[in-house]
């Protein structure tokens, strides 16, 4: 029997109220730097960001959507969101769920958004 199977991980203690508030101040800073290549608006502020799980151990879990699923960077974008947010060192992991349900609106863009693309 190997040595290193039979070492038990111990569980985390779970998040803080103010450790999370900090990681997600973070993880929004961090989601702000990735823009939609057509579009001169960040993903967080155009609304592509669904969900975004946390767990005790800092892995991460983003669900996030496209302005149109044909869009030329969708097997690039998930890549681009994973490095942005391993970039912040207290993170384990990251990982990207592309979504299509529901649909991506422009109701879903922020009103920075809508003011930088004129759309008000």
């Known amino acids: 029997m190997d040595d290193g199977a039979s070492i038990e991980t111990q569980p985390s203690a779970p998040l ?7 990681l997600t101040d973070q ?3 961090k989601l702000k730097t990735v ?11 155009l609304g592509l960001i669904y969900k975004v799980d946390v767990s005790d151990d800092k892995d991460v879990l983003i669900d996030m959507t496209l302005t149109a699923p044909g869009c030329p960077v969708a097997g690039e974008m998930p890549g681009w969101v ?3 947010v391993k970039e912040i ?4 992991s990251c990982k990207v769920e592309l979504v299509f349900d529901p649909p ?8 920075e958004a809508k003011l930088q693309l004129n759309m008000f």
């Open 104 to 111: 991506w609106d422009p109701s879903r863009m922020s009103d």
């Open 35 to 45: 823009y939609d290549p057509e579009i001169p608006v960040d993903i967080y502020e």
């Open 27 to 29: 993880l929004v800073e």
């Open 16 to 22: 803080s109220q103010a450790e999370l508030d900090q």
């Open 82 to 84: 994973e490095d942005a």
């Open 89 to 92: 060192p207290e993170i384990r």
